[in-house]
């Protein structure tokens, strides 16, 4: 028994356990807290100016859930620590390396493999989530505790929901046996997609909105507000394909014009659907 665990503790000495699992985990949660961090500022003082900018015209429920936020990563991110170590023992078996770093083409054709599996996989468990009533009630129903979104509300959820969701991230890295590097590029990149996702500003000028195939914080917006409908992460062509389109995302895409900008701008800017 006394080698049987001193054999288990000895595969935590591996220099990979800590540049692996836990600073993926600790940059995920640095990364999202760094993206979230202006664009909750900027919800909490809810500025004049900005207002027109805003999606829907409620207030932010910034100071409410403030706290809770930090309660929730706090808890979310020492549950999803527990299952790595748990899980080590077999994640260290897969290729992912700190060996010679790859080109960049290399770098690119991976993220991206990674960002359309992990949507695509998170646009089912997301719809399961929702049909499947106990499910909704007891586990996906916190993270639609909040109407008007804010940035950091992008992690706000449920500690199951939020393992399964790291989980689908981190499948694309482990099935290609990714470098260290690229899994840290791809965690940043994802953080970034749930802070944005969550921001409750549509601003002409936000960059992420002129990426292909993502459409900025509007979309996801709309599955906060109507809850039914729009259950990609981030791409959202997977909801055209299977039909489940929010109609009235679809009416502000085709009549929404931005203040300030002429019709002929305002068209151009409206990336059609
Ligand atoms: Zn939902
Ligand atoms: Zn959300």
Not at 55 to 63: A, D, H, L, R, S
Not at 155 to 166: A, R
Not at 182 to 196: K, P
């Amino acid at each position: 028994m006394n080698t049987f665990l001193s054999n288990w503790a000895a595969l935590y000495e591996d220099p990979m356990f800590i540049l692996f699992p836990v600073m993926t985990l600790a940059l995920s949660v640095g990364s999202f807290l760094l993206f979230a961090f202006p664009w909750t500022l900027l919800a909490w003082f809810d500025p004049k100016w900005a207002r027109p900018y805003k999606i829907q015209n409620k207030p932010f429920q910034v100071g409410k859930y403030f706290l809770p936020n930090l309660a929730r990563i706090t808890i979310n991110s020492t549950m999803m620590l527990l299952l790595l170590i748990l899980v080590w023992p077999l994640l260290r078996l897969s290729n992912v390396h700190l060996g010679e770093v790859p080109p960049w083409y290399v770098w690119v054709i991976q993220i991206v493999f990674f960002l359309i599996l992990d949507d695509f996989l998170f646009y089912w468990m997301h719809r399961y989530m929702h049909e499947n009533k106990w499910v909704l009630k007891h586990i996906h129903s916190v993270h639609h505790r909040i109407k008007n979104t804010c940035a950091l509300d992008g992690n706000y959820f449920h500690w199951v929901e939020f393992v399964l969701i790291g989980s689908l991230a981190m499948l694309g890295p482990v099935i290609l046996g990714s470098h260290l590097y690229v899994i840290y590029a791809w965690i940043i990149i994802r953080n970034l997609e749930a802070a944005d996702g969550h921001a409750g500003y549509d601003f002409p000028w936000n960059p992420l909105r002129f990426l292909p195939l993502y459409d900025g914080p509007v979309y996801h917006d709309f599955h906060h507000a109507r809850f039914k409908g729009n259950y990609a992460g981030a791409l959202h062509y997977v909801d055209r394909y299977f039909g489940t389109y929010i109609k009235e995302y679809l009416e502000y895409k085709r009549t929404h014009s931005y203040p300030g900008l002429s019709a002929n701008q305002a068209a151009s800017e409206n990336k059609p659907i």
